[in-house]
């Protein structure tokens, strides 16, 4: 599957961004796919998650409340939608999938083989 991450931008303390996530090449309902981050000098940080088989949801505690993964099958497309944004959110934003992934194992990046290529998000205050 190849993914295509989009959506990223300049956004102001307190404004919202939506980000997409666009797969091509395979059954995209199969995969799960996660949002992951990864700021200037940081490692990269797990954000958000949305399982294949029953559309669950997981997020980190720093976005929590703030931020919400969905998935349009049918579109072959999941997104991350983002409000509140803080400047600390700034990050470039890279989405995920793989399937198989198992419940203990969403907010790891080991446990996804393919990514998309990342989207900036800047957020001034």
């Known amino acids: 599957v190849q993914l295509q991450a989009s959506g990223g931008g300049l956004g102001q303390a307190g404004g919202s961004l939506r980000l997409s996530c666009v797969a091509s090449?395979?059954?995209?309902?199969?995969?799960?796919v996660g949002w992951f981050r990864q700021a200037p000098g940081k490692d990269r940080e797990f954000v958000a998650a949305?399982?294949?088989?029953?559309?669950?949801?997981a997020y980190a505690d720093t976005v929590k409340g703030r931020f919400t993964i969905s998935r349009d099958n049918a579109k072959n497309t999941v997104y991350l939608h983002m409000v509140s944004l803080r400047p600390e959110d700034t990050a470039v934003y890279y989405c995920?999938?793989?399937?198989?992934?198992?419940?203990?194992?969403?907010?790891?990046?080991?446990?996804?083989?393919?990514w998309g290529q990342g989207t900036q998000v800047t957020v001034s205050s």
């Open positions: 949305i399982r294949a088989s029953n559309g669950f949801t």
């Open positions: 090449g395979r059954t995209f309902s199969r995969y799960t």
């Open positions: 995920a999938a793989d399937t198989g992934v198992i419940l203990s194992s969403l907010r790891q990046p080991s446990a996804y083989d393919y």
